[in-house]
C-alpha cells in the first residue's frame, strides 16, 4: 500500500529523528515532554521496554530508531490512538520490534505476565480532573487529565510489570512532586534520578522526570534543570 493511502485527510506526518508520525490534526498531539523523558531514561539497548499510555507511539519510535530496547510494547486505551500507533509501527517499518497493545493501564494484570520488563516508560495523564474546563471524553482530555487513570494506577504498573531492581520513568507536574515521591515510596519504587523542566530560565520548574528503580535503596541524584 502506497503512502498516501495510509494518511487520512484528518491526519498529519511528521515526526523526529525523521520518523513518521500519525496524528490527528485535532485531538491529543505528542508533546515535548515525552520527546524529552525519552533522553531522560536510561533504557538500554537489550532492555523489554514497555510504554503505558503510548499514545500515538512515539517514544516507542524513538526507542526503536535509536536502537534502544529489544522488544519494545505500548500500551493504549483509547482505540483511535492504538490506531495510530499501529499504523506508524508499520510505516517506520518497526513491526518486528514494536508491539502496540490495545488495554487499560488498570488491567495489566490480565495482560502481561509479572516483573516482565526491564524498563517502563510513561507520560501518563498528570492533569487533575477537577482543574480547568474539559470535555470528559475527548481523546485530548482522556490522554491529558485522570480520567481513566491517576498516579496510583500507573504507579501500581510500574511496580507489577518491573522485574526487581529495574527501572521506570514518568514525567509529572513540578508541583506535585512530593505527592508522587511520597506515592511511589510506598510501593518500592525507589526515586532515583530526577531532572526539573523550566520553560526558560527565569521561570519556575513546570514539570519533572523522575525515575525509579523497584526495591531500590535510598540515594537520590538532582540532574541540572533543562531549560
Known amino acids: 500500500m502506497s503512502l498516501e493511502l495510509k494518511i487520512k485527510d484528518d491526519e498529519t506526518l511528521d515526526g523526529p529523528d525523521g520518523l513518521k508520525i500519525l496524528q490527528k490534526k485535532k485531538g491529543y498531539r505528542y508533546s515535548q515532554d515525552s520527546l524529552q523523558l525519552v533522553d531522560f531514561a536510561l533504557i538500554k539497548k537489550n532492555d523489554e521496554v514497555i510504554d503505558l499510555g503510548t499514545g500515538c507511539g512515539v517514544m516507542t519510535l524513538i526507542l526503536a530508531k535509536r536502537g534502544f530496547g529489544k522488544r519494545i510494547i505500548g500500551l493504549e486505551v483509547q482505540k483511535e490512538l492504538a490506531d495510530l500507533a499501529r499504523r506508524g509501527v508499520d510505516l517506520n517499518g518497526f513491526q518486528e520490534k514494536i508491539e502496540i497493545v490495545e488495554g487499560d493501564i488498570k488491567r495489566v494484570k490480565s495482560l502481561f505476565t509479572p516483573s516482565s520488563f526491564d524498563y517502563v516508560i510513561t507520560n501518563p495523564p498528570y492533569i487533575e480532573a477537577k482543574s480547568g474546563l474539559i470535555s470528559?471524553?475527548?481523546?485530548?482530555?482522556?490522554?491529558?487529565?485522570?480520567?481513566?487513570?491517576?498516579?496510583?494506577?500507573?504507579?501500581?504498573?510500574?511496580?507489577?510489570?518491573?522485574?526487581?531492581?529495574?527501572?521506570?520513568?514518568?514525567?509529572?507536574?513540578?508541583?506535585?512532586?512530593?505527592?508522587?515521591?511520597?506515592?511511589?515510596?510506598?510501593?518500592?519504587?525507589?526515586?532515583?534520578?530526577?531532572?526539573?523542566?523550566?520553560?526558560?530560565?527565569?521561570?519556575?520548574?513546570?514539570?519533572?522526570?523522575?525515575?525509579?528503580?523497584?526495591?531500590?535503596?535510598?540515594?537520590?541524584?538532582i540532574l541540572p534543570p533543562l531549560k
Open 136 to 221: 470528559p471524553g475527548s481523546e485530548r482530555a482522556l490522554a491529558r487529565h485522570e480520567i481513566l487513570c491517576d498516579m496510583n494506577d500507573v504507579l501500581e504498573a510500574i511496580k507489577y510489570l518491573l522485574k526487581p531492581s529495574k527501572r521506570g520513568s514518568c514525567v509529572y507536574p513540578a508541583s506535585r512532586f512530593d505527592e508522587l515521591v511520597i506515592k511511589a515510596k510506598k510501593k518500592r519504587l525507589e526515586p532515583k534520578r530526577v531532572q526539573f523542566v523550566h520553560p526558560n530560565p527565569e521561570e519556575k520548574a513546570e514539570l519533572v522526570m523522575v525515575e525509579f528503580i523497584k526495591e531500590g535503596r535510598p540515594g537520590l541524584e
